[in-house]
């Protein structure tokens, strides 16, 4: 029995190394360290929602601010702050719910798709590529995970972002269009320390 088990778990780890696509590695790597490097971020976003049909549902503008794994998110009066261990997010009226960063492991946030780190999560394959772009499609490793797949098209000559869309599991979609990013973007430290004051009174905060 010995020799099936382990022509079984060399042809398992071929099938892994085969969904890690070589040269979609080479630019997403590329994409990762340049956010490694950086010292801040400054992103402006628009994120539009499509149903299973394509219809567009509506479009929202977001500013994102990262430093390292903290970040500050501000889409109109709602905001999403993370300290590097606690997410706190304000629903731009009358309450805010912590969790932990650990605890939104199953959702792909702005920051997670910006931040390039797709080699822990994700199988990706490289679609097609110019000399200035790059298609991408990443699948997570957990099926738990509240999307599909994810298509990236990167920057080849800036190693970033453009756009991505992201396929949920009912078939419904976000495009997330990067409209500029600035990787050299001077952010002060206590803007991502939770500071209770700056909201209003009547708010509640809930674990």
């Not at 110019?130 to 999307?147: G, M, Q, V, Y």
């Amino acid at each position: 029995m010995r020799t099936p088990l382990v022509l079984l778990a060399f042809f398992a780890c071929l099938s892994t190394f085969a969904q890690k696509d070589a040269s979609a590695k080479v630019i997403l790597d590329q994409v990762g360290a340049k956010v490694k490097d950086s010292k801040g971020i400054l992103v402006s976003i628009q994120l539009i929602s499509k149903n299973a049909q394509g219809k567009a549902l509506g479009t929202k503008q977001i500013n994102l601010k990262m430093k390292g794994d903290k970040y500050f998110l501000k889409q109109g009066l709602m905001e999403i702050l993370c300290d590097g261990k606690i997410i706190y997010n304000f629903d731009g009226a009358n309450s805010i719910s912590k969790s932990s960063l650990a605890e939104s492991d199953q959702t792909l946030s702005p920051q997670k798709l910006l931040a390039g780190n797709y080699d822990k999560d994700f199988n990706y394959s490289l679609l097609a590529q110019t000399s200035s772009n790059a298609t991408i499609e990443l699948t997570p490793l957990d099926k738990r995970k509240s999307f599909q797949k994810v298509t990236l098209v990167i920057d080849k000559l800036k190693s970033a972002l453009s756009s991505a869309s992201i396929l949920d599991k009912s078939n419904n979609s976000t495009v997330v269009k990067v409209l500029s990013i600035n990787y050299n973007a001077v952010l002060a430290d206590n803007l991502f320390l939770f500071n209770r004051a700056k909201y209003p009174k009547n708010v509640e905060i809930f674990d």
